[in-house]
């Protein structure tokens, strides 16, 4: 089964640190693009951040530009956003999405989800 | 960053309806649109992509229209388990991607 697994959500302190995995199975993780989306409570989904099948293309929205960091480790199937500087409106669910087509590029649309980690940033 | 208007933001239906939501972008993104399906507490479901494709395992009823800067996705004959949250998402351009704010469909 296709699947993508999120973990490493939880409550972190403003100005705090976090680290999320996603780890995929069921698929050939080295040929795809992932990106990560969040979704605040009752809000709407909001993009976050690409990477490449080959880590070459790296993306960031604005707001966390500097303090995000997406990365892939294709020996284990698994991707990761290591959050820094952590801020109350960076509270949301997180999911972690693959893009649509083997060796495709960012202009693509999420085919795969995760079913998402919570991340709440509250003193 | 391109912006996606999504109307009406909710709605309330029958099954059996035919239902169309709207997306519009506020700069022409020709077919590089998607629609997806969420549910309460559940991840976001592909239905379509460029703008008319349907994912593989998404029912028929499911259909979506459009290029440029107007897109409409149409359930036809409206299902229970059709009740859920629906956003359109253009892939168009640079980063950002966007979404748009999303429909509701409830039951009336």
């Known amino acids: 089964e296709v699947q993508l697994v999120e973990s490493g959500g939880g409550l972190v302190q403003p100005g705090g640190s976090l680290r999320l995995s996603c780890a995929a199975s069921?698929?050939?993780?080295?040929?795809?693009?992932l990106s990560w989306v969040r979704q605040a409570p009752g809000k709407g989904l909001e993009w976050v951040s690409y990477?490449?099948?080959?880590?070459?293309?790296?993306y960031y929205t604005d707001s966390v530009k500097g303090r995000f960091t997406i990365s892939r480790d294709s020996d284990r199937n698994s991707l990761y956003l290591q959050m820094n500087s952590l801020r109350d409106e960076d509270s949301a669910v997180y999911y972690c999405a693959r893009s649509r087509a083997y060796s495709g590029s960012y202009l693509d649309a999420f085919d795969i989800w995760g079913q998402g980690t919570v991340v709440t940033v509250s003193s | 960053a391109i912006r996606m208007t999504q109307s009406p933001s909710s709605f309330s239906a029958s099954t059996g309806d035919r239902v169309t939501i709207t997306c519009r972008a506020n700069?022409?993104?020709?077919?590089?649109l998607a629609w997806y399906q969420q549910k309460p507490g559940k991840a976001p479901k592909l239905l379509i992509y460029a703008a008319s494709t349907l994912q593989s395992g998404v029912p028929t009823r499911f259909s979506g229209s459009g290029s440029g800067t107007d897109f409409t996705l149409t359930i036809n004959c409206l299902q229970s388990e059709d009740f859920a949250t629906y956003y359109c998402q253009q892939y168009y351009s640079d980063p950002p991607l966007t979404f748009g704010g999303g429909t509701k469909v409830e039951v009336k």
């Open positions: 069921g698929f050939t993780f080295s040929g795809y693009s």
């Open positions: 990477i490449s099948s080959s880590s070459g293309t790296i």
């Open positions: 700069q022409s993104i020709s077919s590089y």
